[in-house]
């Protein structure tokens, strides 16, 4: 298939946002991070990256929240073509242009979402033949949520996050996504969690998750859904308690907040059931918009 370009020359990646159906999260290592059990489910919400020949590196956005999305080079895409770059010695002399409908500062992995769309982008781009393997090595070190935005589908993340292991998903999931107004810092969410559990017992995944996800019930993996940062979250961010009772109220089986927040997740029977705890959501006060979405989401892809 013939990728499609935003304009000639260049090269579009879509790539998902993501859920945390389960973050089981460690006691601090000496090097600042913590170790996690952190179970990934990629959800049909997208970003697009179009990465276009330049003269120099330079970064664009659009789309909702676009002007909280830095355009320098602390970008997440930006340093993702600088690497790619850097490796294949070559100048990171392209435009990067992200279209936004990934929720921005909202636990949803929208930025890391970036960082993987404009390192597929490049390799696509550049012609450098990357492996999967180097590119993920890549991702790793851009950060923790980065290479499971390159993988999607569902994945368990281990180290930091950044080491995954692919898991079988027996069904597709429905799910509604509470926008806060507002965001939340993830190292200060973190902080707070040290504050307030100092003796953080050893990360594992839920044998009860990982088999909700494989026979694809959506009862029983609401059952199991857990976020040991939401505490925290909650406690820098109290408003959100009333978010997940107006979803959980609405009908949802379970609400939890999204990785470090503060968008909200709520797992949901259906499609029809999707759309009645979204209309109830926005009419509830309590958010600034809700988003209906599926999972799981393929991870980034040249379009």
Known sequence: MTPRSAAPGSITVRVPAKVNVQLAVGAA???????????????????????????????????????????????????AAEALAARYGRRADVHLH??????????????????????????ALWGTGASRDELLDICAELGSDVPFSLVGGAALG????????????????????????????????????????PDAPEPV????????????????????????LQPAALSLFPALTDTLKAGTEAGALAGLVSGSGPTT????????????????????????????????APGATVV
């Open 98 to 123: 992200i279209a936004k409908d990934i929720p921005v500062a909202g636990g949803m992995a929208g930025g890391s979402a970036d960082g993987a769309g404009a390192l597929v982008a490049c390799d």
């Open 205 to 228: 995944a839920s044998p009860a998750l990982l088999d909700a996800l494989r026979t694809g019930d959506p009862t029983a993996l609401a059952g199991a859904l857990t976020n040991d």
């Open 265 to 296: 997740a709520f797992l949901v029977k259906d499609a029809e059931s999707a759309v009645r705890v979204a209309a109830a959501l926005r009419a509830s006060g309590t958010c600034r918009t809700a988003r209906v979405a599926v999972a799981p």
């Open 158 to 197: 281990t180290g930091r996050g950044e080491k995954l292991a692919e898991l079988a998903v027996g069904g597709t999931f429905h799910w509604v996504f509470a926008v806060a107004d507002g965001g939340l810092s993830t190292p200060a969410v973190y902080r707070e969690f040290d504050r307030l559990t």
């Open 29 to 79: 290592r000496p090097d600042g991070f913590h170790d996690l059990a952190n179970v990934f489910l990629a959800v049909g919400l997208y970003d697009e990256v179009t990465a276009t020949p330049a003269d120099e590196l330079r970064v664009t956005c659009a789309g909702p929240g676009a002007d909280q999305v830095p355009l320098d080079r602390t970008n997440l895409a930006a340093r």
